[in-house]
């Protein structure tokens, strides 16, 4: 949903009706998960995309039923012999998608509107919709696409009863505090032991953080690149010469203040986590080393620093003789990044996202031609 909210911010003030598709479920190697949205406006405009290609085509043409008659649909679309360039996924995926028209004006508009608000401020949130998966595919006119939207202390929306709307409201908040997007099985009334409803439950969390210390022009492409992907970035430097808004526009902050001390009041702010990455770009010792005490100290997921071989090891020397220990030292990724043969402050910032993804997912680092099994791995 993240990647349609500015479009979506805009058609819930118009007053025409439009389309949210949403992925249920996926099978196979279908390249897009579970809770991935699209939107059609009744002008035909499209927001994002469900399958990189595949089935967006056959997606807009059921939209164009659904925005005509106003009933909810789920359709299946995978590989079958002779559709498989039309309307299947060529990859060898499976996948499932509920189409609803959202009115002006209506609850669901108002929910989708709430949602939008969260995801401004990067409050955390769930939000479940009555869904069906696999094959035959229900009839029009089901209750698809009902919108339930949960936050830790109260529940807005309606997917049936009010036993049902509690019961998948408590499990949301579980999964939700898990960060977990999937198909919850329930019954009609909010039955545990019964599967008469599917409801996929998409937990929305505040987007990841990168703080990236030394306003430097590697820092630029990075802010860039994380903002890009999904991250909440903070580039800060000790000079305020350097550490300016408009030499970083990317970035959703910028802060002036002495590195090591930012961080301390971010950790007592509790706003550092196993989500958190730490990128130090400053190599300077005076900078590095009371950074690098505290952030090697601290639940950051990922704490990377760039120097040479030799600024790393006169780096390590120094922390040594602050206290820090092998296990914390273990910690660290410098020099930071992959080995792609990176050049320019932009190629660096590829290498570097791309050891942080690779923690992340936990990928091998190589070729993929060079690997086998599934290429999207859980």
Same mark, same amino acid.
């Given at each position: ?13 118009g ?26 406006? #009744? ?16 997606v ?19 590989v ?5 360039f ?13 189409l ?14 709430? #949602? ?39 529940a ?24 977990r ?71 959703d902050?910028?802060v ?35 950074l ?43 020099p ?5 043969? #990176? ?36």
């Amino acid at each position: 949903m993240r990647d349609i909210v500015d479009g979506l911010r805009l058609w819930l003030t118009g007053e025409d009706p439009f389309i949210v598709a949403v992925i249920a479920k996926t099978w196979s190697s279908a390249p897009r998960p579970a809770g991935t949205m699209m939107a059609v406006s #009744a002008g035909g405009e499209v927001l994002g995309s469900l399958s990189g290609g595949c089935v967006e085509g056959a997606v807009y043409e059921l939209a164009q039923e659904v925005l005509a008659d106003g009933q909810p649909r789920g359709a299946h679309y995978g590989v079958s012999d002779d559709d498989a360039f039309a309307v299947g996924l060529t990859c060898g995926g499976h996948l499932d998608v509920v189409l609803r028209r959202i009115e002006p004006g209506s609850d669901e508009a108002k929910l989708l509107a709430e #949602a939008v608000a969260r995801i401004d401020a990067d409050e955390p949130f769930a939000l479940a919709m009555l869904v069906h998966t696999g094959q035959p595919v229900p009839d029009p006119g089901e209750p698809l696409g009902r919108l339930l939207l949960v936050a830790d202390s109260e529940a807005r929306g309606r997917l049936g009863s009010q036993r049902l709307d509690e019961a998948v409201a408590d499990d949301a908040r579980g999964w939700l505090a898990a960060g977990r997007t999937g198909i919850l099985t329930i019954g009609a009334d909010g039955e545990r032991l019964y599967d008469d409803r599917e409801v996929l439950v998409m937990a929305l969390t505040p987007r990841p953080r990168m703080i990236v210390f030394g306003a430097i022009d590697y820092a630029k492409a990075l802010a860039e690149l994380a903002s890009f992907v999904g991250y909440h970035v903070t580039v800060c430097d000790a000079r305020p010469i350097f550490a300016t808004p408009k030499r970083f526009p990317s970035a959703d902050e910028v802060v002036t203040q002495w590195p090591h001390r930012y961080l301390e009041a971010e950790i007592a702010a509790g706003r550092i986590g196993p989500t958190t990455v730490i990128a130090m770009l400053t190599h300077d010792l005076k900078f590095d080393v009371p950074l690098l005490e505290v952030a090697l100290r601290c639940e950051a997921g990922y704490i990377g620093a760039m120097g040479s071989r030799r600024t790393n090891a006169q780096r390590e020397e120094r922390l040594r003789e602050a206290g820090v220990t092998d296990e914390e030292l273990a910690r660290l990724h410098t020099p930071i990044g992959l080995d792609i043969g #990176a050049r320019t402050p932009e190629a660096t910032a590829v290498s570097i996202l791309a050891e942080v993804i690779q923690g992340q997912w936990g990928g091998s680092g190589r070729q993929l031609r060079q690997t086998e099994g599934p290429i999207h791995g859980e």
